[in-house]
T-cell receptor, first 113, second 114 residues
Framework: KAGVTQTPRYLIKTRGQQVTLSCSPI?????VSWYQQTPGQGLQFLFE???????NKGNFPGRFSGRQFSNSRSEMNVSTLELGDSALYLC????????????FGPGTRLTVL | AQSVTQPDIHITVSEGASLELRCNYS??????LFWYVQSPGQGLQLLLK??????LVQGIKGFEAEFKRSQSSFNLRKPSVHWSDAAEYFC????????????FGGGTRVLVKP
């Protein structure tokens, strides 16, 4: 069974731009969660989607948003990029959400210049 | 609010020696506890998890962890480390009452000496 895939793997943007990251969960998984990983703040929960609805949200500004499609694929969008948004963005999928095991993708490395 | 502390940022261990990584959590009730490993350029891989029952949990790659409620700890151990165990290890806590999200510790980077 294919694992969680994330595209693109690497991305370079400039301040003020917006970016969209994509996540394809494991087949059959309906829950997708997003995490931000930075050296200073570590791994932080962004949000979780289940059946096209945002079910949980972390403490991030409104510039961070996401959505989920009917095939469970998910996208996250960051508008008006700031230097501090440079991070590894990880997507995780599970059957129906916590406490099911979350399987992580390899991440998208975003660099904001 | 739930929180996780991994007191050791870096640990260096010789190949073949034993390894113990510490994890302390803070949560009002018994949480769900996880250990993940992250190799360079990779995502997170689940090593093991504890929900309830036997407090000694066996995981993949020869790892085990022990849940100690009295100490609010969930330490990860491996009897004999291989060079391929060099990676960063994350302890995480989750609870449905906390919104079905994982809260991670800061991570412990393990270096393996030949």
């Amino acid at each position: 069974k294919a694992g969680v895939t994330q595209t693109p793997r690497y991305l370079i943007k400039t301040r003020g731009q917006q970016v969209t990251l994509s996540c394809s969960p494991i087949s059959g998984h309906r829950s997708v969660s997003w995490y931000q990983q930075t050296p200073g703040q570590g791994l932080q929960f962004l949000f979780e989607y289940f059946s096209e609805t945002q079910r949980n949200k972390g403490n991030f500004p409104g510039r961070f948003s996401g959505r989920q499609f009917s095939n469970s694929r998910s996208e996250m969008n960051v508008s008006t990029l700031e230097l501090g948004d440079s991070a590894l963005y990880l997507c995780a999928s599970s059957w129906s959400g916590f406490p099911d095991t979350q399987y992580f993708g390899p991440g998208t490395r975003l660099t904001v210049l | 609010a739930q929180s996780v502390t991994q007191p050791d940022i870096h640990i260096t261990v010789s190949e073949g020696a034993s390894l113990e990584l510490r994890c302390n959590y803070s949560y009002g009730a018994t949480p769900y506890l996880f250990w993940y490993v992250q190799s360079p350029g990779q995502g997170l891989q689940l090593l093991l998890k504890y929900f309830s029952g036997d407090t000694l949990v066996q995981g993949i790659k020869g790892f085990e962890a022990e849940f100690k409620r009295s100490q609010s700890s969930f330490n990860l151990r491996k009897p004999s480390v291989h060079w391929s165990d060099a990676a960063e290890y994350f302890c995480a806590v989750g609870a449905q009452a906390a919104g079905n999200k994982l809260t991670f510790g800061g991570g412990t980077r393990v270096l393996v000496k030949p």
